[in-house]
C-alpha cells in the first residue's frame, strides 16, 4: 500500500488573502475576564479588516476593553488536505454615533453594506438575525497561513 507522506507549508500573504475573501464563516477567539473563548462568526473580508456583527453583551464589552483578537478561517477537503488563516489584530465596534464621517461615508455604514453582501436583510427590519446589532471589524495586523497536501 502506497502511503503518502503530508508537506506543509506557509501560505503566501497573496493566498492568505485569497482564502479570507472566499469564505464567509470563521471563528473569533478572545480573552476575558481570565478566560479564553471562541466564536463562530459570519464575515466579510475587505481592505485589511475581517467585518463581523454580533449581539451586544458583556463578552463584547469585555472584547471591547482588551482589544486584541484572533480570527481563523479554514477550508478544509481531507485529513491532509488543508489551508487555514490566523488574522491577529484589535477589534474596534462601530457606530453611528462615535463614526464622526459623513452619512454614507462612515465605516459603520462601509461596513452595514459589506455584511449586505452576504446577507442583504442584514440591519433592516426583515433581518434574519436581528438580535446581531453590533458591528465590528478586526484589523489585519498579523496574518499568518499554512496549508497541508499529500
Not at 33 to 39: E, N
Not at 113 to 133: G, N, Q, S, Y
Amino acid at each position: 500500500m502506497d502511503v503518502s507522506t503530508p508537506t506543509f507549508r506557509i501560505l503566501s500573504h497573496a493566498e492568505c488573502i485569497a482564502l479570507l475573501a472566499a469564505h464567509h464563516v470563521g471563528r473569533i477567539a478572545f480573552g476575558y475576564f481570565g478566560r479564553v473563548d471562541i466564536q463562530p462568526i459570519h464575515y466579510v473580508w475587505d481592505d485589511g479588516f475581517v467585518y463581523g456583527r454580533t449581539r451586544d453583551g458583556s463578552k463584547l464589552r469585555a472584547i471591547s476593553a482588551v482589544k486584541q483578537v484572533a480570527f481563523e478561517v479554514d477550508d478544509v477537503a481531507a485529513m491532509y488536505d488543508w489551508r487555514s488563516v490566523v488574522v491577529k489584530g484589535p477589534l474596534e465596534l462601530l457606530t453611528i454615533e462615535s463614526d464622526g464621517a459623513a452619512e454614507g461615508n462612515s465605516a459603520w455604514s462601509h461596513g452595514v453594506a459589506l455584511l449586505r453582501r452576504i446577507v442583504p436583510d442584514a440591519f433592516t427590519a426583515l433581518d434574519p438575525t436581528p438580535e446581531r446589532t453590533t458591528l465590528f471589524r478586526i484589523r489585519a495586523e498579523q496574518l499568518t497561513g499554512r496549508a497541508a497536501s499529500v
